[in-house]
């Protein structure tokens, strides 16, 4: 034992003690370490490696959020979605200015015909007026009195008749019977009545032609025979129209 305390050298030593160091680390390290052999709070980030750890090692909101990376590339278009119900109808708006009048259009086929003055006619009387080839509405009008001239009344009433022609269209011609008074007008030593006549007609006058207004005494009418029947004012007016319908 003495033999072998004094060969013994301080590198014997340190390689002995290697050597079991080396022996027994290799028994241990063959052992499964769990967490339940690991006391709390004893490892630190010293004791870890490096890039050694996952995401999924760490509880949410443990690891901070990292830097918002580059906009992606806009994605295709949707398609159209339904169209929706119709919405509720809006309020009237207010009404526009008004426009401004248009420019006068042209004339008309429209033209008047007027016959010239007649002056007063006992008995009978007539008025008329010539017109181009056309359509017209013919009127016309006149004035009977009816008297005595010795300051006395007719002792009964008179009668007349009148009519509206035109030879170019004679199924239009018109005629009216008319009554006038005995008593109601008074000149001098004029004494009697009077009446106003009037009468309306269409023509169509294809070549044109001459629309005539006559007055005269009724040949069956009553009249005092003393007394004179005297036409005044005969006047016709034709108005050339369009068209006849």
């Keep these: 034992m003495s033999k072998l305390r004094n060969r013994l050298t301080f590198a014997n030593v340190v390689s002995m003690v290697a050597l079991f160091v080396a022996l027994g680390g290799s028994s241990y390290a063959a052992v499964t370490i769990t967490g339940k052999q690991i006391k709390d709070s004893s490892i630190t980030t010293k004791d870890i490696k490096d890039g050694s750890l996952l995401t999924r090692d760490f509880k949410p909101g443990q690891l901070p959020r990292g830097v918002a990376g580059p906009q992606g590339p806009a994605g295709a278009a949707g398609r159209d979605g339904a169209i929706g119900p119709a919405g509720p109808a809006g309020v009237n708006g207010t009404n526009g200015v008004n426009g401004q009048d248009g420019a006068t259009g042209p004339r008309g086929p429209s033209d008047a015909y007027v016959s010239g003055n007649v002056a007063p006619q006992s008995d009978s009387n007539s008025a008329s007026v010539t017109v ?22 007719p002792v009964s009433e008179g009668e007349a008749t009148c009519s509206l022609t035109s030879a170019g269209d004679a199924p239009h011609n018109t005629g009216t019977f008319a009554t006038v008074p005995s008593h109601g007008f008074s000149s001098g030593t004029q004494r009697g009545g009077s009446t106003t006549v009037s009468q309306n007609s269409a023509f169509h006058l294809a070549p044109g032609g001459t629309i005539t207004y006559t007055c005269s005494n009724a040949s069956a009418g009553t009249q005092d025979g003393a007394a004179t029947m005297q036409y005044s004012n005969m006047r016709v007016t034709a108005i050339q129209v369009g068209a006849l319908h």
């Design 132 to 153: 181009p080839a056309g359509d017209y509405v013919a009127a016309a009008s006149g004035q009977v009195l009816y008297f005595k001239d010795d300051s006395t009344f």
